[in-house]
């Protein structure tokens, strides 16, 4: 993982990954696979929010905070998803906790936070955005790369 430029998204504890901020430079808001059944779109810097209280609502989002601070699923935020206005489908969060930072998961609101359910689809952004691109508007579950789950013990692989 490259050095990290320390600019805090929500929770202070949480800095952002150099890779991050260059995506946001390069292909903020890009819109990949527009036609295809499963387009993406890369939130840009104010689209990279907390996926807890969206995914999980505001009230379980705090109570998870609160009885287990380090459940991962307070320092992950939303990266990519299905379309910038989708309220269902498909998104990927980025986890920011210094122990995690640059992993991301595929999830979805039924999903999110629930073992064995939040595949790791990268470990960077790099890795993020090539999968994205392999993907070619295809079933994410379909095309699931070998890096377990997000609540597994942490198998690093080359993305």
Known sequence: ??????????????????????????????????????????????????????????????????????????????????SPDATGGQLVVVDLHPQRVGRCYLTAWDSFGLVGEMPIVALSMGGLLGWLLRLGGGNPMDNLPDLGDAYDTFRRRPD
């Open 1 to 82: 993982m490259r050095a990290r430029r320390e600019r805090t998204v929500g929770d202070a504890r949480h800095g952002v990954p150099a890779d991050l901020h260059e995506l946001h430079r390069l292909c903020a808001g890009v819109r990949l696979h527009v036609d295809a059944d499963y387009p993406f779109w890369l939130t840009g810097p104010s689209g990279v929010v907390p996926a807890g209280p969206l995914l999980l609502t505001p009230e379980v989002a705090e109570q998870v905070a609160v009885e287990d601070p380090e459940d991962l699923t307070n320092s992950c935020y939303v990266i990519a998803q299905e």
